[in-house]
């Protein structure tokens, strides 16, 4: 459900002709005005709106309410425009004005989706997590990322502040031959360096792991538990973000019937989706890793808890015995020869001394001091 105070109204989406309806006339519903939203805000939450056509840009930032009437005019032109952190109100904005389907739009708004791929007519949308790992504070911080896709346009909604798109599109301009192949090719670039990212996380998570275990394995003093399970707790994060990834590209690689895509992205596809297979597999290792490195904490500190308890119990021992033969001397009976003896008192410490001696060898030996 949508945030309270935003009020959801269906949007329009293309026709099975191809042709968009009205607005506010969608799914046969009654009219509906569109969202009035502050030029201001539109123009905060849009990093850029191009339009291409033939592999190659078109002019430099185009403006919303033409975007679309642009792509039309070309005969394979396409207009790709990317949102960043948009509220609702700019999201409902370029809903209406790109057709979009409402539970597309709703997802969208509320974020905090999985990864997944929905079909809607003629139009696609794919929600991918997006991943940056912060090494000073050994955190993932887990974003999301939408993907509009239809015959002539590309939406992308990027909340947080993981995989940032202007190099995506840079790299795109720079390959027209890619780039010509229409807005699947915005897809699979996109995809591809979302997937890229992981694997930045997954080294920095890799030289984490590699410290606790040589911090844990290195016979000091220091308990990593917390950080273990620190580590453990953001590796299941970003597991959840990953692994939902890999039956949408799946899909894109090797079921492409049905999808509003060009069949010539298959291969590019097949690519990123055995990235997120390894990516998946190493993750999993990790978390089996961890597990281990966790268990041999726990085994550790149960074997030092048990050499001091040896230890202690050691010296115990030894100081009992002068405990005991001066308790029983400081009980002032009358009957003690060997108080009245010139060598008593001596030879009473020698042999205190010689026990004591005794038993600190004794536990020396067993290990137990």
């Known amino acids: ?121 003629d139009m696609l949308f794919t929600v991918l997590k997006t991943a940056r790992y912060v090494d000073h504070e050994e955190l993932i911080q887990i974003g999301e990322l939408m993907i509009f896709l239809g015959p002539n346009f590309v939406v992308t909604v990027r909340h947080g502040e993981g995989s940032p798109l202007h190099e995506v599109r840079r790299d795109l301009e720079e390959h027209p031959e890619l780039l010509g192949i229409g807005p699947s090719s915005v897809l699979y670039a996109v995809a591809d360096r979302v997937v890229d990212d992981y694997a930045a996380v997954i080294e920095g998570i890799a030289v984490d792991i590699e410290e606790v275990e040589v911090e844990v394995f290195s016979g000091g003093a220091s308990n990593p538990a917390e950080r273990i399970y620190k580590l453990k707790r953001e590796l299941l994060e970003f597991r959840r973000a990953v692994t939902p990834l890999l039956q949408p590209m799946q899909r894109l690689s090797a079921r492409q019937t049905g999808l509003p895509l060009d069949p010539r992205t298959g291969d590019y596809f097949r690519d990123v989706h055995d990235h997120v297979t390894r990516d998946s ?43 005991m033969i001066f308790a029983i001397y400081g009980m002032n009976f009358e009957q003690m020869p060997e108080l009245k003896w010139r060598f008593g008192y001596p030879l009473i410490l020698l042999v205190t001394l010689a026990i004591c ?10 290990g137990w001091l």
Not at 290 to 307: C, E, F, I, M, P
Not at 308 to 319: N, P
Request: aromatic share 6%.
């Open 357 to 366: 001696g005794a038993l600190y060898r004794r536990f020396r030996n067993s």
């Open 1 to 121: 459900m949508a945030d309270e105070g935003f009020s959801w109204f269906p949007l329009p989406h293309r026709g099975p002709g191809g042709q968009r309806p009205a607005a506010g006339t969608a799914h046969g519903l009654p009219p509906t005005r569109a969202p009035h939203v502050d030029p201001k805000d539109v123009g905060s939450a849009i990093v850029d709106c191009g339009l291409y056509e033939g592999g190659e840009r078109r002019g430099e930032r185009i403006e919303l309410e033409s975007a679309l009437k642009q792509a039309d005019a070309c005969e394979d032109g396409f207009v790709w425009i990317g949102l960043h952190d948009p509220g609702p109100g700019v999201v409902e904005a370029v809903g209406e004005h790109f057709g979009l389907h409402p539970l597309a739009v709703e997802d969208a708004v509320c974020a905090h989706q999985r990864a997944k791929l929905e079909v809607f007519d």
């Open 281 to 323: 597999e190493r993750i999993a290792a990790f978390d089996e890793l961890l597990s281990g490195v966790l268990q041999a904490n726990l085994a550790q500190l149960t074997v030092r808890d048990n050499q001091d308890l040896r230890r202690i119990s050691a010296w115990v021992a030894i100081i009992a015995v002068p405990t």
